[in-house]
């Protein structure tokens, strides 16, 4: 199976993936069980990806298989017999926005250096990857107005924006969020954030607010590589967990774990 930036650039020429940064790993797509063409696979998961990549230039990639999954999506901890990160999507046919949806969350816990520990902030990193599909179906909207993976497709650019701002509009929490601001939310949800890490609709809440901070200045997606630098202690306080970020982050991105401590009132 070849990598899948190098099987896009070999059906896609002069598309989106000719302007990505050059990977240090490689992305390979196993095709069977989701019924569509693996080439068509690999354009939107390397466009999802790309949107982040694309300000994220210097650091390392990890090598990953996307696989056919059927209970939800998910990255597995446990690397497969060729040392790739294993990530399930459980989507199929040409459902694209979907698919985009999909692995962006997942990229990012591979973006955030995921690792296995205690959960009590796993919700954050839960929060960020539900940021993560937001953003790059936004971005997907604009890129494939002008550059889509095949001309064609064009016209499926406003989709991906409807299908990231109907997620949006459907979030159970929206108007409590929205009136208390994300550091009064996330007091009065402290307890239910600890409990359980994938509550999607608090999740979701908290990505309302992470969106636009992380699209005012994209290249801030760069601090999160540093997220799981080092092990989480068990039952770590959450302003100690983002001071423990911010220590691990080089200088020329603390900034942005600075900006996040802001926004929580930390």
């Not at 990255?75 to 979907?98: G, P, Y």
């Not at 990229?107 to 993560?132: I, K, L």
């Amino acid at each position: 199976m070849r990598p899948l930036a190098l099987l896009l650039l070999a059906v896609t020429a002069g598309t989106t993936a000719a302007d990505l940064p050059a990977r240090r790993g490689t992305i390979r797509v196993e095709a069977n069980g989701f019924e569509a063409r693996e080439a068509d696979i690999a354009a939107v998961c390397l466009s999802a990806v790309g949107e982040l990549q694309r300000f994220c230039p210097e650091l390392p990639t990890e090598n990953v298989v996307i696989i056919r999954g059927t209970k939800g999506p998910i990255t597995l901890f446990q690397r497969n017999d060729r040392r790739e990160v294993v990530v399930r999507l459980d989507t199929h046919k040409t459902f694209w926005s979907q698919y985009a949806y999909q692995v962006a969350h997942e990229f990012g816990h591979v973006h955030c250096g995921f690792q296995p520990g205690p959960t009590h902030n796993q919700w954050f990193e839960e929060s960020v990857c539900e940021t993560a599909s937001l953003f790059c179906l936004r971005a997907m909207a604009k890129t494939w107005a002008s550059k889509p993976p095949y001309p064609n497709w064009a016209s499926y650019a406003p989709a991906l924006g409807k299908y990231a701002g109907d997620v949006i509009a459907k979030r159970t929490y929206k108007d409590e969020f929205t009136s208390k601001g994300l550091a009064r939310f996330y007091r009065d949800h402290e307890a239910e954030f600890r409990a359980n890490a994938t509550e999607r609709e608090l999740n979701g809440a908290i990505a309302l607010a992470l969106l636009p901070y992380l699209e005012e200045k994209p290249e801030r997606w760069a601090a999160f590589r540093w997220l799981n630098a080092t092990a989480r202690p068990d039952n770590e306080p959450f302003a100690a967990y983002l001071r423990r970020w911010e220590a691990n982050t080089p200088a020329g991105h603390q900034e942005t774990v600075r900006g996040m401590r802001k926004l929580f009132g930390l």
